[in-house]
Structures are given as structure tokens and as C-alpha cells.
T-cell receptor, first 110, second 115 residues
Framework: QKEVEQNSGPLSVPEGAIASLNCTYS??????FFWYRQYSGKSPELIMS????GDKEDGRFTAQLNKASQYVSLLIRDSQPSDSATYLC??????????FGQGTTLQVKP | GAGVSQSPRYKVTKRGQDVALRCDPI?????LYWYRQALGQGPEFLTY????????KSGLPNDRFSAERPEGSISTLTIQRTEQRDSAMYRC?????????????FGDGTRLSIL
């Protein structure tokens, strides 16, 4: 079992729709959870972080964390073609080491 | 301000040669991390430093890989006797400190190709 699992996709949504990206993790000691966006050929860019159960909203992005289910998700409202990228879920046990999933490719079609 | 800077951007070398990859973190960032990213995969942890101290090197694949950060700023990842399987994107990241809530910011990476 991988430590952090994501569906590789591609996830295709029409422009203006809500994109829902999911991630599960295996270590119950995980403390912090991050979503990075990576455009093709570019470096990962941090878009959201979440540390406690519940929802955290920032603009069109909402991160959701459920530690009991070991599940973290990212919702993108009013998806735009510019949101098309690979979204990487990362978790840490608090030691500084980030463990990444393989990423989900999102395609937003005009 | 300036982000994480890595050099060279591209490195092509023959199998068996040694290579050194450089990372200059964001000014004031105490913690520095090295990752390796294969195509279509997320970054894979290699090692990290707080100041000049190497805190965790559990991700280094074998003893051909080493890293240092002698003055607590610039870091060098060295791969000795390179092999074709070492070909990948090597990414450096830095954070303000190693606290669990500190986000890591990535550089543009070094694309290493071993012929």
C-alpha cells in the first residue's frame, strides 16, 4: 500500500464546474496536509495547507480533511482552463519530510 | 524576493561521472530539502537539513548519493559514479523552519540525464 494515494486521472471537467480531487494516506500519525499544483514542465506550487479536521477555504479552493477516514480532498469551484494541471497531495508526520502522492491530472475543458 | 535557485537547470553526463547539483534556498529559510521526481510521479524525498545539520537522509537511494550544507545556506547534492537510473528531475525546496505547519517552496529543479 502506498503511503499517499491519488487517482492519476485524468479528471476532466467542463469550465465553470466543481473539480473534486481526492487523496488517502496510510499513516495515522500524519500531521499536516498540503496540496501543490504543478503545471507541465514546472515546479510544484503550494496552493493549500490544512492541519485540522474540517474545511478550509481560500478563494475558489476548499481543502477538506477527515483524519478518522485518513482522507483529504481539494475542491476547485468555477474551474477555469488555467486550472488544468497536475495536483499533488502531500503529507508530513511533522518531521519535515513530505510524502507525495503520484498526482491527479485535471483537465478543464472550455 | 528571490525564490529557491537551483543550478544547473540541465545536466547531461556520461555514465560513471560524478555530478554536483546546487541549491540556494530562500533567504532566511532554515530548512532545506532534496527530492527526486520521475516523470508522471510526485517528488520523492531524499534528505533534508536544518541549518547545516543533516536531519534525515533516509531517502538517499545508496551510498553514491550524498549531500551537504556546510554553512547552513547553499546545499550541494552529489552523485558519484552516475548510472542511467539516476536520470530524473532533482528538486530542492526550503522552508522557514522544520515545523509541521511550514510549507515547502520548490525551485525549478535540475534535469539530470545520464547517457
Amino acid at each position: 500500500q502506498k503511503e499517499v494515494e491519488q487517482n492519476s486521472g485524468p479528471l476532466s471537467v467542463p469550465e465553470g464546474a466543481i473539480a473534486s480531487l481526492n487523496c488517502t494516506y496510510s499513516d495515522r500519525g500524519s500531521q499536516s496536509f498540503f496540496w501543490y499544483r504543478q503545471y507541465s514542465g514546472k515546479s510544484p506550487e503550494l496552493i493549500m495547507s490544512i492541519y485540522s479536521n474540517g474545511d478550509k477555504e481560500d478563494g475558489r479552493f476548499t481543502a477538506q480533511l477527515n483524519k478518522a477516514s485518513q482522507y483529504v480532498s481539494l475542491l476547485i469551484r468555477d474551474s477555469q482552463p488555467s486550472d488544468s494541471a497536475t495536483y499533488l497531495c502531500a503529507v508530513t508526520l511533522g518531521t519535515g519530510k513530505l510524502i507525495f502522492g503520484q498526482g491527479t491530472t485535471l483537465q478543464v475543458k472550455p | 524576493g528571490a525564490g529557491v535557485s537551483q543550478s544547473p537547470r540541465y545536466k547531461v553526463t556520461k555514465r560513471g561521472q560524478d555530478v554536483a547539483l546546487r541549491c540556494d534556498p530562500i533567504s532566511g529559510h532554515v530548512s532545506l530539502y532534496w527530492y527526486r521526481q520521475a516523470l508522471g510521479q510526485g517528488p520523492e524525498f531524499l534528505t533534508y537539513f536544518n541549518y547545516e545539520a543533516q536531519q534525515d537522509k533516509s531517502g538517499l537511494p545508496n551510498d553514491r548519493f550524498s549531500a551537504e550544507r556546510p554553512e547552513g545556506s547553499i546545499s550541494t547534492l552529489t552523485i558519484q559514479r552516475t548510472e542511467q537510473r539516476d536520470s530524473a528531475m532533482y528538486r530542492c525546496a526550503s522552508s522557514l523552519d522544520q515545523g509541521f505547519n511550514q510549507p515547502q517552496h520548490f525551485g525549478d529543479g535540475t534535469r539530470l540525464s545520464i547517457l
